[in-house]
């Protein structure tokens, strides 16, 4: 792709899953990374592993000064940044609406909508200060665009960043800055590593995901494919657009014979969320 080879990428969220797969696609396309995670020590593994020059960097990146440290540190090792792929996100809870804590909810929204917006204005700030232009893609999600009766906290979330992206991509356009996201649909990693055994977490994921045109689920290399696209000289028209890379699930309806009508059971399932009451 164009416009990658040489240019310093930022990847939160990079340990594993989509970001790991991400710094790979990029290191591959020969821009120099900075893998970022809570992970130091995957963080460090990633970029180790990469075929071009890259570092490793712990941050939580719903603290301000963590983020600052890891623009500091890629500006210290590379000099600059050009690249942003804000990624880091966690799922929340599963419980259903009345039994969802508060503390689970903010934490939810501090890493996938503070951290988000603490990374777009860093990079902002920083090309400013560099005195160039750049790109920015955020994982948004499926769960951006539809809405479900579980993983409320991570949902709203979700819907949230459309917002940082629609206003960062106005506030960016004039300044040469492309604000875009991808929105993955089911994409087994990590993420729900914590929630086998349980309807809508882990262990059903290839299940749910043969209901979509494609009949199967995504990878990670498949949603790096799109975040380098948007990323590079290849799509510089773009910006303020949501990606949906989901196999097709966003475009079903739902209540068509080819869209499984009838083909679930909501009695079971209204049972298990609402009780036989």
């Known amino acids: 792709m164009r416009g990658l080879a040489g240019k310093v990428a930022v990847v939160t969220g990079a340990s594993g899953g989509i970001g790991a797969a991400t ?115 955020i994982t948004a999600s499926i769960g951006s665009l539809r809405g479900s009766a579980d993983l409320l906290a991570y949902q709203t979330s979700k819907h949230a960043v459309l917002g940082l992206l629609r206003g960062a991509a106005m506030y960016g356009g004039p300044l040469g800055v492309r604000v875009n996201a991808v929105a993955p649909g089911i994409v087994p990693t990590d993420l729900f590593a914590a929630t086998p055994q349980v309807a809508g977490g882990r262990d059903d994921m290839a299940r749910r995901a043969s209901s979509t045109p494609l009949r199967r689920a995504g990878t990670g290399d498949e949603i790096a494919g799109a975040v380098a696209f948007l990323l590079s000289d290849d799509a510089t028209y773009l910006t303020g657009e949501v990606v949906s890379v989901d196999g097709g699930a966003s475009i079903v309806s739902t209540v068509r014979p080819s869209g499984g009508a009838g083909a679930w059971d909501f009695a079971g399932y209204d049972r298990a969320l609402y009780g036989s009451g």
């Open 23 to 137: 710094a790979r696609r990029l290191a591959e396309e020969g821009a120099r990374v900075v893998a970022v995670d809570l992970d130091e020590a995957g963080a460090r593994a990633v970029a180790e592993s990469l075929p071009t020059e890259a570092i490793g960097v712990r941050a939580d990146v719903s603290a301000e000064q963590d983020v600052a440290g890891y623009l500091a540190a890629a500006v210290e090792r590379f000099g600059r940044v050009d690249l942003h792929h804000l990624n880091a996100g966690i799922p929340g809870s599963l419980a259903p609406l009345p039994e969802l804590t508060v503390a689970d909810f903010d934490r939810v929204m501090a890493v996938n909508v503070r951290g988000v917006f603490l990374g777009v204005r860093a990079a902002f700030r920083q090309y400013a200060a560099q005195g160039g232009v750049g790109s920015i893609v």
